[in-house]
């Protein structure tokens, strides 16, 4: 794309291509928030609603529905980070993250939980403040906000039918999810981008009436710098990207006095460590969860056609316990992967793997995400790059196994012939009484290939600067004037899907950062 070619795109009004600029842009703010998907997001709309004088700054591009063209070679490289080739060091665990106006929310699946009572008990034992009635509040607002509710039953397809013959079948706990969609059509596209506008994600709930409200967005955008004055925040700094080619375009530079990191629990760590922030006690980039998942895939004789309709509504939560020792600490959701993503995971090379891919429309999955109490670390590298440093050890491991187990099992019990598990050797598995060989002590890296889609923590909340990074309403210990707004604050893993929690905390960083601003 030419200078030209980003200046004719049209972009909603109040939004601006850093990449159009023909020199070096100069902005000034009250505000300057980083990354718009969940939490900045939401951020950047409750400021903007507020009369606030708000720059929000994207690194990726805005997308209309029409721009979601349903093709995985076209939309992963646009929407995903590092072009969806993101990975832990090893490259072991894939690790998606999205970009663009929207950020995760534009390709996520809508699922929507709060985060769990045990998992705030837990936060209070490690020094976050009572987060009480007033967060209780916030989640109903977010909730009424993105038009939250549980999916019809009606829209339940056969992939997720299966993992509800099969828990009831078995006695386990299970449950409908609930999810933030208006004007679904059931494409079953939702993971590379919904184009029937049918999500009520940030780029659709949040960011058009925070412009309306005279927020300003600068697209194509990638800050590289915290800009500081002693232990005051003054900006940030950065370069325009060219956002078909990726190559780094004239520098750009936003003047604020407040800094809102809202560039994911990855990049927002990374971007503080790359700018040298003071970290006295070598917490940032620490901590870091992103809760691993494993698929497991049945093989019904009844076509499933995976890819119709809804794709995530059934959850099976019998083996998802939050306490410090808890020794079963499994999420099994269903899942369902477009044919580029599936062919990755179904065993086999050339005429083998031709074989099995037949068996697409026959195939149910669910995923095994475990709730890790192992942690790694995230660094910067150049550009959008992190290096991602998460190697799960035995106790994760025997969690992955349970939950495949788990998963194996409930699919028989729904009556598969066969189940695949991924592992390296595959296992194909012909009766539940093949389960038990399948042990944590027999994975590794590679084995299974594993999936994260959650990276949470990184810059956690606390009121003990010696023990978190920042306090229990965003604001940095170090540095006067900044904020995080991402999915970075959350001390530990939260077990289950982090957007709703993100969107809340998010509103709640926002309303702490209004209360130091001058009234007008
Ligand atoms: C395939 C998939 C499915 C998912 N499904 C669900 C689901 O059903 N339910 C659920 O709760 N969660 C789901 N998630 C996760 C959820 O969407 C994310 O956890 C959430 O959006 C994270 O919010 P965030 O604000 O931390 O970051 P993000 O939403 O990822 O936003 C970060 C933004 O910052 C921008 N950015 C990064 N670095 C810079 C920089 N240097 N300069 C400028 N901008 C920058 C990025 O481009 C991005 O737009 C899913 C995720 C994936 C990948």
């Given at each position: 794309?030419?200078?030209?070619?980003?200046?004719?795109?049209?972009?909603?009004?109040?939004?601006?291509?850093?990449?159009?600029?023909?020199?070096?842009?100069?902005?000034?703010?009250?505000?300057?928030?980083?990354?718009?998907?969940?939490?900045?997001?939401?951020?950047?709309?409750?400021?903007?609603?507020?009369?606030?004088?708000?720059?929000?700054?994207?690194?990726?591009?805005?997308?209309?529905?029409?721009?979601m063209r349903c093709r995985e070679?076209?939309m992963?490289?646009?929407?995903?980070?590092?072009?969806?080739?993101?990975?832990?060091?090893?490259?072991?665990?894939?690790?998606?993250?999205?970009?663009?106006?929207?950020?995760?929310?534009?390709h996520n699946t809508n699922?929507?939980?709060?985060?769990?009572?045990?998992?705030?008990?837990?936060?209070?034992?490690?020094?976050?403040?009572?987060?009480?009635?007033?967060?209780?509040?916030?989640?109903?607002?977010?909730?009424?906000?993105?038009?939250?509710?549980?999916v019809?039953?009606?829209r339940i397809n056969a992939n997720n039918d299966?993992?509800?013959?099969?828990?009831?079948?078995?006695?386990?706990?299970?449950?409908?999810?609930?999810q933030?969609r208006?004007?679904c059509q059931r494409s079953g596209m939702c993971e590379l981008g919904c184009p029937n506008?049918g999500k009520?994600?940030?780029?659709?709930?949040?960011?058009?009436?925070?412009?309306?409200?005279?927020?300003?967005?600068?697209?194509?955008?990638?800050?590289?710098?915290?800009?500081?004055?002693?232990?005051?925040?003054?900006?940030?700094?950065?370069?325009?990207?060219?956002?078909?080619?990726?190559?780094?375009?004239?520098?750009?530079?936003?003047?604020?006095?407040?800094?809102?990191?809202?560039?994911?629990?990855?990049?927002?760590?990374?971007?503080?460590?790359?700018?040298?922030?003071?970290?006295?006690?070598?917490?940032?980039?620490?901590?870091?969860?992103?809760?691993?998942?494993?698929?497991?895939?049945?093989?019904?004789?009844?076509t499933i056609e995976g890819w119709r309709g809804v794709p995530q509504s059934?959850?099976?939560?019998?083996?998802?316990?939050?306490?410090?020792?808890?020794?079963?600490?499994?999420?099994?959701?269903s899942g369902f992967a477009h044919p580029g993503a599936a062919?990755?995971?179904?065993?086999?090379?050339?005429?083998?793997?031709?074989?099995?891919?037949?068996?697409y429309p026959?195939v149910a999955a669910?995923?095994?995400?475990?709730?890790?109490?192992?942690?790694?670390?995230?660094?910067?590298?150049?550009?959008?790059?992190?290096?991602?440093?998460?190697?799960?050890?035995?106790?994760?491991?025997?969690?992955?196994?349970?939950?495949?187990?788990?998963?194996?099992?409930?699919?028989?019990?729904?009556?598969?012939?066969?189940?695949?598990?991924?592992?390296?050797?595959?296992?194909?598995?012909?009766?539940?009484?093949?389960?038990?060989?399948?042990?944590?002590?027999?994975?590794?890296?590679?084995?299974?290939?594993?999936?994260?889609?959650?990276?949470?923590?990184?810059?956690?909340?606390?009121?003990?600067?010696?023990?978190?990074?920042?306090?229990?309403?965003?604001?940095?210990?170090?540095?006067?004037?900044?904020?995080?707004?991402?999915?970075?604050?959350?001390?530990?893993?939260?077990?289950?899907?982090?957007?709703?929690?993100?969107?809340?905390?998010?509103?709640?960083?926002?309303?702490?950062?209004?209360?130091?601003?001058?009234?007008?």
């Open positions: 794309m030419t200078r030209d070619d980003a200046r004719r795109r049209s972009l909603p009004d109040g939004m601006t291509s850093a990449a159009a600029s023909s020199s070096a842009l100069r902005l000034q703010a009250d505000v300057v928030v980083v990354g718009l998907g969940a939490g900045g997001g939401m951020a950047f709309h409750d400021l903007a609603i507020a009369g606030v004088d708000v720059i929000g700054v994207e690194l990726g591009d805005y997308f209309a529905p029409e721009d070679e076209v992963l490289p646009k929407l995903f980070m590092e072009g969806a080739s993101r990975g832990t060091f090893d490259q072991a665990i894939t690790v998606m993250q999205g970009k663009g106006v929207g950020g995760s929310t534009l699922l929507c939980k709060r985060l769990p009572d045990p998992i705030l008990d837990i936060w209070r034992e490690q020094g976050v403040e009572d987060l009480g009635a007033e967060l209780q509040a916030d989640f109903n607002s977010v909730e009424e906000l993105l038009d939250v509710h549980p019809p039953q009606d299966a993992l509800f013959r099969g828990a009831r079948a078995l006695g386990y706990q299970h449950a409908v999810l609930s933030n208006q004007g506008n009520q994600n940030a780029a659709k709930v949040l960011i058009p009436p925070a412009l309306a409200a005279g927020g300003r967005a600068l697209v194509h955008a990638r800050v590289d710098r915290i800009l500081t004055r002693g232990r005051q925040v003054c900006g940030v700094a950065g370069r325009a990207i060219d956002p078909q080619s990726g190559a780094e375009l004239q520098p750009f530079e936003v003047r604020a006095e407040r800094v809102v990191l809202g560039a994911s629990a990855t990049n927002s760590a990374a971007l503080a460590i790359k700018s040298g922030l003071p970290d006295p006690h070598r917490l940032t980039g620490r901590r870091l969860h992103i809760h691993p998942g494993a698929f497991v895939m049945g093989v019904f004789d009844d059934a959850e099976c939560t019998e083996f998802l316990n939050f306490g410090h020792d808890a020794d079963q600490r499994v999420w099994l959701v062919a990755g995971l179904m065993p086999g090379f050339g005429a083998a793997h031709a074989s099995m891919m037949r068996l026959n669910i995923i095994a995400m475990v709730h890790d109490h192992y942690s790694g670390h995230v660094r910067p590298r150049d550009g959008e790059r992190v290096q991602i440093h998460y190697r799960p050890d035995l106790a994760e491991l025997n969690q992955v196994a349970l939950g495949m187990r788990e998963a194996a099992r409930i699919f028989f019990a729904a009556g598969a012939r066969q189940v695949i598990i991924p592992t390296s050797p595959p296992r194909l598995l012909e009766s539940p009484a093949d389960l038990d060989a399948l042990t944590g002590a027999a994975l590794g890296p590679f084995n299974p290939s594993m999936v994260a889609v959650h990276p949470m923590s990184t810059m956690w909340m606390g009121e003990d600067p010696r023990k978190s990074v920042v306090n229990s309403r965003g604001a940095h210990h170090q540095m006067r004037g900044l904020y995080v707004a991402d999915g970075s604050l959350f001390p530990t893993s939260i077990g289950g899907p982090p957007q709703i929690p993100i969107y809340t905390f998010g509103r709640r960083v926002a309303r702490a950062l209004r209360s130091t601003l001058p009234a007008r």
